[in-house]
């Protein structure tokens, strides 16, 4: 995944928990296979982070 100038070192450091999390513990055996056999088709996990981090964002500012 190619990383853009936009990319905060919070949202790298929330995409790598994302893709660190175990998934399979939880009945989602295609999202760990998803992201650990296909590493390359995760455009989807920066998506997930931004709009963790916007929703983080609209909870502090209000």
Do not use: C
């Not at 936009?6 to 513990?25: H, Y």
């Not at 295609?30 to 992201?35: C, E, N």
């Not at 650990?36 to 989807?44: A, I, K, L, S």
């Not at 997930?48 to 929703?55: H, S, Y």
Request: hydrophobic fraction near 40%; avoid cysteine.
């Amino acid at each position: 995944m190619a990383r853009t100038e936009t990319d905060s070192p919070l949202q790298q450091r929330v995409e790598a928990v994302i893709r660190d999390f175990p998934f399979d513990n939880y009945g989602l055996n295609d999202v760990d296979i998803a992201l650990h056999d296909y590493p390359d088709d995760q455009e989807w996990v920066p998506a997930l982070a931004r709009k963790v981090l916007a929703a983080i964002d609209e909870a502090v500012t209000g």
